[in-house]
């Protein structure tokens, strides 16, 4: 195929590839779902979500799982295919933070990730239509960051 993507879009898929990252970090269902075609899937190890009311409720349940999150999303790389579609690896690092009942220590449980992507373009814009979440690694460990009573001193002793 002689055909190549612009950098409008690679930058565009990229931004999706973000936005889908950001979405979970702020639990926004709806943002998370925006990045998906109406019948888009996502394939985890928390589960299969397909279509966009499924979708939406992946940041909610992260939400319930972890104080907080952080993807960063640290490379993609994008190949034009037959008919429009755009296969891409997208390689991301998230992060997920609690605080154990057993010691009050805060823990990330941090994954390194290979989406396998399928993008399709709406007319507008590019979107999911497939991701598969592939595991590369993981671990989990004490971020240093503990949880004290508050003793209602809001003094700033740094």
């Not at 909610?60 to 104080?67: E, K, N, P, R, T």
Request: hydrophobic share 35%.
């Amino acid at each position: 195929m002689t055909e190549r993507l612009s950098w409008q879009d690679m930058v565009a898929l990229r931004f999706v590839a973000e936005s889908y990252g950001m979405a979970v970090d702020r639990n926004d269902a709806a943002r998370f779902a925006a990045q998906f075609t109406p019948d888009g899937i996502l394939e985890s190890p928390r589960g299969r979500f397909c279509g966009q009311a499924e979708l939406a409720s992946v940041p909610g349940m992260m939400a319930g799982l972890y104080d907080r999150t952080h993807h960063g999303v640290v490379g993609q790389v994008p190949v034009l295919s037959d008919g429009g579609v755009v296969r891409a690896d997208t390689y991301t690092h998230a992060r997920h933070y609690y605080a154990a009942r057993r010691d009050g220590a805060e823990y990330c449980y941090e994954m390194t990730i290979r989406y396998e992507d399928r993008f399709v373009n709406n007319g507008d814009s590019w979107l999911l239509a497939h991701r598969i979440l592939v595991l590369v690694g993981d671990a989990t460990y004490r971020t240093g960051r503990d949880h004290e009573p508050d003793t209602g001193d809001k003094t700033n002793d740094h």
